[in-house]
C-alpha cells in the first residue's frame, strides 16, 4: 500500500458485517450508492498469494506477495503500466520470505519485510522495472512497517529480538543508508501495525497490546522521546495510518465492526465513522478521497469509495475472493486479493 503500512494486522480483516458500502458517523448515516464496475484481472502467478500493493505518485502500480515457506517460488511480484495493463517482475532470489509493508514516491518503492529473521528490503525502480536488494538497517530483525514520505525519504520500524521491542530509522536516499535506529521502549511485547512520517520529525506509530487494545504514540524529534495518544478501549487494531501535517485518517478494528478513523490534530482526538462490511484496508488519493477493500457476509470481495462520509460502494467484476489490499496515488488507486489484481480511478 502507498504509505500504509500494518499488514501485521492482516488475519482479522477477513471478518464480515452483513450490508452493501456505506458508512455511518456517531448517530449520522449516509446512503450507499454502486457505481460503474471494475473488472479484477488474473494474477500472474497462482503459486503464491498476493498481500500487498502501493502506487508511485506518477502512476505505476506494484503488487507483490511472498510465503515463508522453503519451496520456490517465495515471492511474487507484478507492476501495473501506465495503459493500465499488468506484467510480472522479477524478484530477488531468496527463500522463506515474508513481507510486511509497501510504500513509494515518485517513481520508486520499498519493499520491507523479513527473510532468515533478519530485515528485507527491496527497491523497485519504476525506470528499469526492475526490483532488487537494497540495504536495510545493521542489525534489525524483521520490517514491520515502511512509510515513505518524500522523494527517496522513508521511515521504517523493525524489530531488535530484544524482548519484543522495535526500533525506528530514517533514510534520505532511497534505502542506500539509514540513521542510527532509535529504540522505542514502548513497543516492547507489542506488535506494531502502523506508522506514519510527515517528515524525519514527526510520526505516528500504532501498536496493538498482547490484550488486543491499540496503542498509539507520536513523536516530534525523530524517535528520540515519544508521547502517547488517548483512543477509544474499543479499538482493538489500527492500521493503514497515513498522515499530512496534523491530518490523518487511519482504519481501525473494533472488534464486531470496521471503522474510518479521522484526526486534524495528529492522533489527540479522533472521530470515526462505522463500515457495514468487514474492511481490510484503507487507501487514499487524498485524505478527502480514500478508498475501503474488504469482504462482504458472504466473504465476497468489496470495495468502495469514500469521499467525506458519503460511501459509494464500487460494483466488482472477476474478482472471486475477499480483497486484501490497496493502494492510491493522486489519479489511480489500486487493490489485490490473493490470485487477482485491479485499478481504477478514485
Not at 73 to 102: C, F, K, M, N
Not at 199 to 214: E, G, N, R, Y
Request: charged share 10%; net charge neutral; glycine share 6%.
Amino acid at each position: 500500500m502507498s504509505r500504509v503500512a500494518a499488514n501485521a494486522a492482516k488475519p482479522w480483516r477477513i471478518a464480515v458485517v452483513l450490508g452493501a458500502a456505506g458508512i455511518a458517523l456517531a448517530s449520522c448515516g449516509t446512503t450507499a450508492v454502486t457505481t460503474p464496475h471494475v473488472v479484477g484481472t488474473p494474477s500472474t502467478s497462482i503459486d503464491v498469494a498476493l498481500q500487498d500493493v502501493a502506487c508511485t505518485t506518477s502512476g505505476s502500480c506494484i503488487a507483490v506477495g511472498a510465503s515463508d515457506s522453503s519451496v520456490v517460488p517465495s515471492a511474487v511480484a507484478e507492476v501495473r503500466h501506465a495503459d493500465g495493463t499488468w506484467s510480472a517482475l522479477s524478484v530477488p532470489d531468496t527463500l522463506s520470505q515474508s513481507i510486511a509493508s509497501v510504500s513509494c514516491w515518485s517513481r520508486e518503492c520499498l519493499v520491507g519485510g523479513s527473510q532468515a529473521s533478519l530485515d528485507s528490503i527491496w527497491s523497485y525502480q519504476q525506470s528499469d522495472g526492475s526490483l532488487s536488494v537494497a540495504t536495510a538497517p545493521r542489525a534489525g530483525r524483521g520490517v514491520s512497517a515502511l512509510d515513505c514520505f518524500a522523494t527517496a525519504s522513508c521511515a521504517v520500524v523493525d524489530a531488535t529480538g530484544i524482548a519484543g521491542s522495535s526500533r525506528l530509522s530514517f533514510t534520505s536516499d532511497g534505502a542506500t543508508t539509514w540513521s542510527s535506529p532509535s529504540p522505542m521502549a514502548w513497543t516492547v511485547g507489542d506488535a506494531v501495525t502502523a506508522l506514519s512520517c510527515t517528515d524525519t520529525l514527526d510520526c505516528l506509530v500504532a501498536a496493538t497490546t498482547s490484550s488486543d487494545q491499540v496503542l498509539l504514540e507520536a513523536t516530534h524529534d525523530g524517535g528520540i522521546t515519544w508521547t502517547q495518544r488517548t483512543v477509544p478501549s474499543r479499538w482493538r487494531t489500527l492500521t493503514s495510518l497515513t498522515c499530512a501535517k496534523l491530518d490523518c485518517v487511519a482504519l481501525v478494528n473494533a472488534g464486531t465492526s470496521s471503522l474510518v478513523a479521522r484526526t486534524s490534530t495528529f492522533g489527540r482526538l479522533w472521530r470515526s465513522a462505522e463500515l457495514v462490511n468487514s474492511a481490510s484496508a484503507l487507501a487514499c488519493a487524498r485524505l478527502s478521497r480514500c478508498v475501503v477493500a474488504g469482504a462482504t457476509s458472504t466473504r465476497g470481495p468489496w470495495l468502495a469509495t469514500l469521499k467525506g462520509l458519503r460511501a459509494k460502494t464500487v460494483a466488482l467484476a472477476y474478482v472471486p475472493s475477499p480483497l486484501i489490499d490497496a493502494a492510491c496515488s493522486v489519479k489511480i488507486c489500486a487493490a489485490v486479493a490473493v490470485s487477482t489484481v485491479l485499478s481504477f480511478n478514485p
